[in-house]
């Protein structure tokens, strides 16, 4: 028996030896085909390099891509357990030219993967082929295939298309035959639909263009696309024919089944099957960011979570029984897809919290189903208006009821709950019509209505594609705005944020293969994204697609602000008592604003109090954690909420930073606040925090205003200009002015030395200095780096911490400054006898365009004309410390 795990490492290994680059799979959301609600192949991540937009690296490259089809156009969750064969998640092989090579290349590759490296009998294999593709036909004849086993087929079966237009073209399908045991006929028979011939593997050949008018003319760059899925090509080469009897389906099915003390072989097995699958897509959809909702891709999600978690409850799962099956998983797929060991701990309280808020629901529906099926006639269907009410006041949604009712053989009359549902809506719009709302707002609530909410991505990415749903100009919809007009612009998805919860909106760029507009800002009604913009080249056209780009510094500088308030927040409530609680705030690229419940001013003592308590924290460079919890049990690990939120069935909960033994929020954790904006990914991304000053805001509500990374450094440095001056004006030879020329002189001397050690915080805790791992340099550990916003006076103290850091290595350290260029190398004191920072700094310097430079060796310093050599003078570094002997 080979594993799942070998199959995938034998497949990804045989085409890295042939040239192909190993490439990681994409995330479950597609950040590149605004068509898609998940990745459901292996080329989606790479349509634009087939379409010549995108160029990389590598030519070839070979994938495991992890897929959901759950949603949508790919839709398979109702067949999920009842079939061999259909999977929410899956796994899809593929190899990849990017126009390198072509058929004569891509057929012996499959040929001796499948019968040499797989060894699979090649009398069971047979092959199909586009009618037309003779070319493909003499391959296969060529790699040994007897022409009777190649069927040329005519339809689209083996003519592959992207879209109605855009790249396409003929393909090749791998079958094996299964044995004249089990009914079917080859592909192209009246037989084929059933078991005996299984498509193993599909190798397309993307050498077309089809246009709008159905013209079709060869691609300048031809390529490759193939795919075969790991379960069904591991089920053929362990023996199997059925997909869930592979060794890690089969673990996960015994996981459930000793969860439950249910038989996994007997009449429970359907729901093991069901439980096993649901497991793999909802936890790597967690993972990958997708948390259950009422709308989008979390709608989905929650659908696949509460599907299983129906079939957990007929094995008579009396408590929650996902959660304990995601140790299993981690172990069975963990080491090839990382991602499952980072998000175990989300992903096991995302389906304890929902599994355990869902079985009040599934109980109390089931119940009131039965009830409902009492006093229908034997083998009538649900009336729609039975079922949206089960919907509508009990939560039971409608796919639940469906698969209940798919088990006593009957049906919903669907037809009769639609009309409900529009029904229920045309009254909420009413209602909402009268709510005093601005009258133009009525656009968003159809738009909302008619194509549902946006779709943000921004919690882990600024740039994904969507497509543009609508336009606005001067308060009437268009279908097209040329350049020169301010618009409102809606697309499906988006990683712009919209303001809310007192951050302000991002800014950016959308472009489309028509024009480019200018987003100057972003806000929410309705649910739907609502982008602020210019038109600044060409025109932009409701329905084209469009790639959107937040501005990175500024969501940067405002990621920032963000988790600073939330810090400040909590250091507040330690300096002056319980009774602080949040008011309002602003959380802006250039400075963050924070009211809150006070009735005194601060004292100068309580301010260097609290500011110091924050940059503590920044310093300790911890994790910001996100997790979705219900309200209730939010506030029950003591999340403070936000003020002026509105919450709903779950909330987003922010935690950052370790606080000393007992004085956290919960014993441990610093800061716990319900919180749906964006933050930083560590504090120490933060860089510094700087206390403007504090003023009342209102009666009982003080106000404090702040800055933060750059920002509270330059504040920091025009101070100390200001001191500077002050001493240069008190010179009158009198003693008291003298006294006082020495105190501020003294503080003029702690505040440099305070910013000398923040901007090296910054370096070290959010900035350059510390974001490349050490290289490996003939075993040596040679770390280098270029870093902004320090002086060449920083870098001796940088490089210590940085050795200690290493423990054994060599650290090299260009800081850019004002077109200079300071230089520091440094190396630790194990490694000295056979290699000194001086030849080292000095190899270095000469590549920048400085000369000499000197010190110890362990520790010199040099300068240079520019930074902008940085590269070049690492690898002279390295060839110094490559040579040591």
């Given at each position: 028996m080979t594993s799942l795990n070998d199959i995938r490492s034998t497949f990804l290994n045989y085409f890295e030896r042939n040239g192909h680059t190993i490439v990681d799979s994409s995330p479950l959301v597609p950040r590149n085909d605004p068509t898609l609600m998940?990745?459901?192949?292996?080329?989606?991540?790479?349509?634009?390099?087939?379409?010549?937009?995108?160029?990389?690296?590598?030519?070839?490259?070979?994938?495991?891509?992890?897929?959901?089809?759950?949603?949508?156009?790919?839709?398979?969750?109702?067949?999920?357990?009842?079939?061999?064969?259909?999977?929410?998640?899956?796994?899809?092989?593929?190899?990849?030219?990017?126009?390198?090579?072509?058929?004569?290349?891509?057929?012996?590759?499959?040929?001796?993967?499948?019968?040499?490296?797989?060894?699979?009998?090649?009398?069971?294999?047979?092959?199909?082929?586009?009618?037309?593709?003779?070319?493909?036909?003499?391959?296969?004849?060529?790699?040994?295939?007897?022409?009777?086993?190649?069927?040329?087929?005519?339809?689209?079966?083996?003519?592959?298309?992207?879209?109605?237009?855009?790249?396409?073209?003929?393909?090749?399908?791998?079958?094996?035959?299964?044995?004249?045991?089990i009914w079917g006929g080859p592909p192209g028979s009246a037989e084929e639909d059933g078991d005996r011939f299984i498509e193993i593997w599909n190798v397309v050949f993307m050498q077309n263009e089809q246009f709008e008018d159905g013209s079709m003319v060869p691609l300048d760059m031809q390529s490759i696309d193939t795919g075969m899925g790991l379960e069904r090509i591991g089920a053929l080469l362990q023996g199997k024919h059925d997909n869930y009897d592979t060794d890690l389906m089969r673990a996960l099915?015994?996981?459930?089944?000793?969860?439950?003390?249910?038989?996994?072989?007997?009449?429970?097995?359907?729901?093991?099957?069901?439980?096993?699958?649901?497991?793999?897509?909802?936890?790597?959809?967690?993972?990958?960011?997708?948390?259950?909702?009422?709308?989008?891709?979390?709608?989905?999600?929650?659908r696949i979570m509460r599907r299983a978690m129906r079939h957990a409850h007929l094995l008579g799962a009396k408590d929650p029984l996902m959660h304990r099956l995601v140790g299993e998983l981690v172990r069975q797929m963990g080491d090839a897809y990382p991602e499952l060991h980072h998000a175990r701990a989300l992903i096991e309280e995302t389906l304890r919290a929902e599994e355990t808020r869902f079985k009040q629901t599934l109980d109390r529906g089931l119940k009131l189903l039965d009830e409902e099926l009492a006093d229908l006639p034997e083998g009538a269907n649900l009336s729609g208006t039975a079922a949206f009410k089960l919907y509508d006041t009990y939560g039971f949604p409608l796919d639940l009821t469906q698969d209940a009712l798919r088990e006593k053989g009957r049906a919903v009359d669907t037809d009769g709950f639609d009309a409900a549902m529009a029904e229920q809506k045309a009254k909420a719009r009413a209602a909402w019509a009268g709510s005093g709302e601005a009258a133009d707002a009525t656009i968003w609530y159809d738009l909302a209505e008619a194509e549902g909410v946006t779709e943000f991505l921004g919690y882990d990415t600024e740039v994904a594609e969507g497509r543009v749903q609508a336009i606005v100009s001067e308060g009437d919809k268009t279908q097209k705005a040329e350049a020169g007009v301010k618009v409102q612009i809606v697309v499906n998805q988006t990683p712009f944020y919209a303001e809310s919860g007192g951050q302000v909106g991002d800014k950016g760029v959308l472009a489309t293969e028509t024009g480019k507009a200018k987003i100057?800002?972003?806000?929410?009604?309705?649910?739907?994204?609502?982008?602020?913009?210019?038109?600044?080249?060409?025109?932009?056209?409701?329905?084209?697609?469009?790639?959107?780009?937040?501005?990175?510094?500024?969501?940067?500088?405002?990621?920032?602000?963000?988790?600073?308030?939330?810090?400040?927040?909590?250091?507040?409530?330690?300096?002056?008592?319980?009774?602080?609680?949040?008011?309002?705030?602003?959380?802006?690229?250039?400075?963050?604003?924070?009211?809150?419940?006070?009735?005194?001013?601060?004292?100068?003592?309580?301010?260097?109090?609290v500011e110091a308590e924050v940059n503590r924290m920044i310093r300790q460079n911890s994790l910001v954690e996100t997790r979705i919890m219900t309200p209730d049990d939010a506030r029950a690990i003591g999340a403070q909420a936000l003020f002026g939120e509105k919450y709903g069935d779950e909330v987003r909960v922010v935690s950052m930073g370790e606080a000393p033994t007992g004085k956290g929020q919960n014993g441990k954790t610093y800061s716990i606040e319900l919180c749906g904006g964006t933050h930083v990914r560590q504090t120490g991304d933060i860089g510094a925090f700087v206390v403007l000053g504090d003023s009342a805001s209102s009666a009982g509500v003080r106000r404090v205003e702040a800055l933060t990374g750059?920002?509270?450094?330059?504040?920091?440095?025009?101070?100390?200009?200001?001191?500077?001056?002050?001493?240069?004006?008190?010179?009158?030879?009198?003693?008291?002015?003298?006294d006082k020329v020495k105190a501020l002189l003294e503080e003029r001397k702690a505040l440099a030395n305070e910013v000398a050690q923040l901007r090296r915080e910054l370096a070290m805790s959010g900035g350059d200095a510390s974001s490349d791992p050490a290289r490996d340099v003939g075993g040596i550990a040679f770390k280098a780096q270029v870093i902004k916003g320090v002086t060449g006076k920083d870098l001796p103290a940088l490089i210590d911490e940085m050795k200690a850091e290493l423990g054994s290595g060599v650290v090299l350290l260009v800081a850019d400054a004002g077109g200079k260029a300071a230089v520091a190398a440094g190396v630790t004191a194990d490694l000295t006898s056979k290699v000194s920072a001086v030849d080292v700094l000095r190899a270095a310097v000469a590549e920048l365009g400085g000369k000499g430079g000197g010190g110890r060796p362990d520790m010199a310093q040099g300068g240079g004309a520019s930074a902008e050599n940085a590269d070049a003078a690492f690898a002279a570094a390295e060839s110094v410390i490559g040579g040591a002997k």
């Open positions: 998940f990745t459901n192949s292996g080329m989606v991540q790479f349509k634009n390099l087939f379409t010549g937009v995108e160029r990389r690296d590598y030519v070839r490259a070979t994938t495991s891509q992890k897929c959901v089809r759950a949603g949508g156009k790919h839709n398979d969750l109702d067949n999920v357990g009842y079939t061999a064969r259909h999977h929410t998640f899956f796994e899809m092989l593929g190899n990849f030219s990017f126009g390198d090579y072509f058929k004569t290349e891509a057929i012996p590759f499959a040929w001796e993967l499948i019968t040499k490296e797989f060894g699979i009998d090649p009398s069971r294999l047979l092959t199909t082929i586009y009618h037309t593709d003779d070319e493909a036909f003499e391959i296969w004849k060529k790699v040994g295939v007897p022409e009777d086993r190649i069927i040329r087929i005519a339809t689209s079966d083996n003519f592959w298309q992207m879209g109605p237009t855009g790249p396409c073209g003929p393909c090749t399908e791998i079958f094996y035959d299964h044995g004249d045991h099915i015994e996981a459930s089944a000793h969860a439950t003390n249910v038989d996994p072989d007997g009449a429970g097995n359907v729901h093991h099957r069901v439980i096993a699958d649901h497991l793999r897509s909802t936890s790597f959809l967690i993972a990958d960011g997708v948390m259950p909702s009422n709308d989008g891709r979390g709608y989905v999600l929650r100057t800002d972003t806000k929410k009604v309705a649910g739907v994204f609502i982008h602020f913009a210019d038109v600044v080249e060409g025109s932009i056209e409701v329905g084209k697609g469009a790639e959107l780009t937040v501005e990175h510094e500024r969501r940067s500088a405002i990621r920032a602000n963000h988790s600073a308030t939330h810090l400040l927040h909590e250091a507040l409530r330690n300096a002056l008592g319980e009774h602080v609680a949040q008011r309002g705030s602003l959380n802006a690229p250039d400075r963050l604003r924070f009211d809150f419940s006070h009735g005194n001013a601060l004292s100068a003592e309580q301010i260097d109090r750059e920002k509270a450094l330059a504040y920091l440095a025009d101070q100390e200009r200001a001191l500077s001056e002050i001493a240069a004006a008190l010179k009158a030879p009198v003693g008291e002015a003298v």
